[in-house]
């Protein structure tokens, strides 16, 4: 967690997360930041609120505080020396993983907070991931350097192994674990020294002065060789900078000075060709103060970041709405991140996806769970908005209508000159956010019928503040069916039902969410033919389906038409038959999960002419399920990636019961005096494991677990299923 007391204390950064984001700005200039990390805390300077007391700002929600953890993603406002950051802290665990996707989605710089005994974890690997994918420049920081185990070598060693990166080492520490005391600055040979008073060791108390070689021989030349290494690591990587080593400082690198250097790194780093790395200590509030020094001198400017669709907007507004909260009193609250332009309150804004006009109240800035009110919000800004009703996570909001067919006119006018697709443009004004697909489902019920819509209304309000919860009815109980991410996803917004709701509702037992596809390919044949008052209504289709070959599972059907179809297919009635076909592979044929990795080739199709399309999709749908049967179906269950950090004496009990839960090893990797076993086990097995690994371990082994794919069930293991679905077994 990272602390910041100047006008306020913050809570920054948060425990077993990738947390998330910042932004800054110094009256002309500006930068977007996010952080990065895993199983540490930062904090500055005084005695502000603490993870582990479960009082922290950002950190508001009571379930966030009852657990210690971060749950939902939560901004706040502060002021560094000349810059004002706009901080995003976000949750860690994977169950909540949509929260740092649609974060990492505003950010222009991130930094990736890392513990320096335990390297790079699982689950900081999937949102470097996540941050790649993005195109964001980044910063490492070793926290916990006091740590029992605490190695600064290994810690490097594993972010240049597991994250293929190039480090360039800006610190050393002065000692480790117990014996850390201080670190030195690479670049300008300034040493850092906490000296605590009595039994306080908070960091207030530090001298910072020149290293000298008499004050340590064998430590000022570490840091010499470090600082020469370090150059010629920037020379390789910048040629403005090599060209100055080899023309004036060849021969001395003693003489290149500190700004140059800076300068150099700085442009390395924006260019993501390697990652400055610094370390500290943020529980004792060591080395929190470089590394917001490191994030003004190191990370972008929001105008530094190169935004394609910006040319089409010219100065108009262009935002993006990357959350939503409900407020009781104010109702939806949306987070808004400025890209060109301006927001003013009540103005009316044009909301691209939901093709609707809405009016914005007012204009928030955000403090955790309170805000003030701000009279306008420039580019490069994230602000709270009152008044959209509509918008909702990864919506577009532009000034009018008018600016936003202004805007696709230009696109269409550059992807014609540049030769570029349609649909290319039309992702790039759109830029949403990915929603991954639920693994857990389960029924909830409300305590009588008259509560039904007070429940569902609850759930509506849930579903926009988070995307990566689905709400369904199932079509043969009409009950409803709950799905997310994970067993505590799930347990988070049965509480929040309960707490903020108050309403009292019953879960179902957790189910797995399978998968269906299919093993051959058929074709098969359906023919409607339905009277409804004096029009009749008559199609017959035939349709082939196979099984598709390829990375990449997608429940999204892979449709192309025959030649004697697409010849005289009327445009308006493609839309009918894809809707159909999309529908039939929402629920399978076998047990009523999502259809996955088909291509659906469509053979023939004959319309009488005063057939609807409401018709011509529902023969559509019919044909497909009776070729789905045809075809043969196999189930498919989520497939997850596993690591366990355990100690020796209790490797050989992990490692008997992952082999008792259908789980392969992949590897078994030594960190420090613990072993980190990586498997993957199907998820079925893997319910309340984490009860279990804490008996066989006696509390002292951790693990975490994310979704990596989906696989075949055995032909015995999928009769299983078929018999406990059916309540045979």
């Known amino acids: ?42 904090r500055y300077y005084s005695s502000p609120p603490d993870v582990d007391d479960g009082d922290t700002v950002t950190d508001f929600m009571a379930q966030e505080r009852e657990r210690g953890i971060t749950i939902q993603s939560a901004a706040v406002t502060f002021d560094w020396k000349d810059y004002r950051i706009n901080l995003i802290d976000t949750p860690g665990h994977v169950d909540f993983t949509v929260e740092v996707e649609r974060c990492l989605r505003v950010l222009d710089g991130a930094v990736a907070v890392f513990d320096a005994s335990a390297g790079v974890e699982a689950q900081t690997l999937t949102v470097w991931r996540q941050a790649d994918k993005h195109q964001i420049p980044r910063i490492c920081f070793l926290n916990k350097m006091d740590k029992n185990r605490a190695s ?16 360039l080492l800006l610190q050393l520490p002065i000692g480790e674990a117990k014996s850390f005391r201080g670190l030195v600055d690479v670049v300008t040979k300034e040493q850092i020294i906490w000296k605590p008073t009595s039994d306080l060791d908070d960091g207030k108390n530090f001298e910072r002065k020149p290293l000298q070689e008499t004050d340590d021989p064998n430590l000022f030349q570490e840091v010499q060789d470090a600082r020469n290494t370090l150059i010629e690591q920037v020379a390789d990587l910048d040629d403005e900078f090599a060209e100055l080593v080899l023309g004036e400082h060849s021969e001395n690198f003693d003489l290149i000075s500190a700004d140059k250097l800076q300068s150099a790194i700085r442009r390395i780093t924006l260019a993501q060709k390697a990652v400055p790395v610094l370390c ?8 929190v103060q470089p590394l917001l020094d490191a994030i003004t001198l190191y990370l972008p400017a929001p105008n530094e970041r190169s935004y394609e669709f910006l040319q089409w907007y010219k100065d108009d507004l262009c935002a993006l709405a990357f959350k939503v909260l409900h407020d009781k009193c104010r109702g939806p609250l949306v987070f808004v991140r400025v890209y060109s332009g301006s927001l003013k309150p009540q103005s009316a804004v044009y909301n691209i996806n939901k093709s609707c006009t809405e009016r914005m109240s007012r204009l928030l800035l955000p403090f955790a769970d309170q805000q003030i009110e701000i009279p306008s919000l420039m580019p490069g800004n994230i602000a709270l908005t009152v008044g959209l009703k509509q918008s909702a996570t990864g919506d577009t909001i532009v000034s009018s209508k008018a600016s936003a067919v202004a805007a696709a006119r230009r696109a269409r006018r550059d992807a014609g000159e540049k030769k570029r697709s349609v649909s290319g443009v039309d992702s790039l004004l759109l830029a949403g956010v990915e929603i991954p697909e639920p693994v857990f489902f389960c029924t909830i019920e409300p305590p009588s019928m008259a509560r039904q819509q007070d429940l569902d209304n609850a759930l509506s309000c849930l ?10 009815l199932d079509p043969d109980t009409g009950q409803t069916i709950l799905c997310g991410m994970g067993e505590l996803h799930i347990e988070i917004i049965h509480d929040r039902i309960k707490r903020e709701y108050g309403i009292e509702t019953y879960l179902g037992p957790l189910q797995i969410a399978y998968r269906e596809t299919i093993l051959n390919a058929a074709q098969a044949t359906d023919i409607l033919d339905k009277t409804v008052g004096d029009k009749r209504h008559f199609v017959t289709a035939e349709v082939e389906v196979r099984p598709r070959s390829g990375e990449g599972a997608t429940t999204k059907p892979i449709i192309s038409y025959a030649e004697s179809v697409s010849e005289v297919l009327p445009k308006e009635l493609q839309g009918a038959i894809e809707n159909g076909i999309t529908n039939s592979c929402i629920q399978g044929p076998l047990l009523g999960f999502p ?12 319309v009488h002419p005063d057939t609807s399309h409401t018709m011509v999709s529902a023969c559509v749908s019919r044909c497909m399920q009776k070729a789905l049967k045809i075809a043969g179906i196999q189930i498919l269950e989520p497939l997850m990636n596993l690591e366990i950090t355990v100690s020796e004496d209790h490797l050989s009990a992990a490692l008997a019961d992952l082999a008792q839960r259908r789980g392969n090893i992949q590897e078994i990797q030594s960190r420090q005096d613990n072993r980190v076993v990586v498997a993957a086990v199907p998820l079925a097995e893997m319910m309340g494991y984490s009860t279990v690994l804490r008996s066989l371990t006696s509390g002292s082994a951790t693990f975490t677990l994310e979704l ?18 059916m309540g045979l077994a």
């Open 1 to 42: 967690m990272l602390r910041i007391m100047g006008k306020f204390s913050v809570n920054v950064l948060k425990s077993s997360s990738l947390c998330t984001k910042y932004k800054y700005f110094r009256k002309t200039k500006m930068r977007i930041m996010s952080v990065i990390q895993q199983n540490c805390s930062l």
């Open 152 to 167: 600064f070598t290994y810690a490097v060693e594993s972010i240049k192994q597991k994250l293929k990166t190039k480090p």
């Open 280 to 287: 500290g200590s943020a529980l004792k509030n060591k080395g």
């Open 463 to 472: 579903q926009r503040e988070d995307p990566s919860l689905k709400v369904k």
């Open 595 to 606: 259809v996955q990795d088909i291509d659906v080739t469509v053979q023939s199709l004959t």
């Open 708 to 725: 990596a794919s989906y696989q075949a069930l055995s032909s015995q293991e999928q009769s299983a299923l078929l018999h406990r679905r």
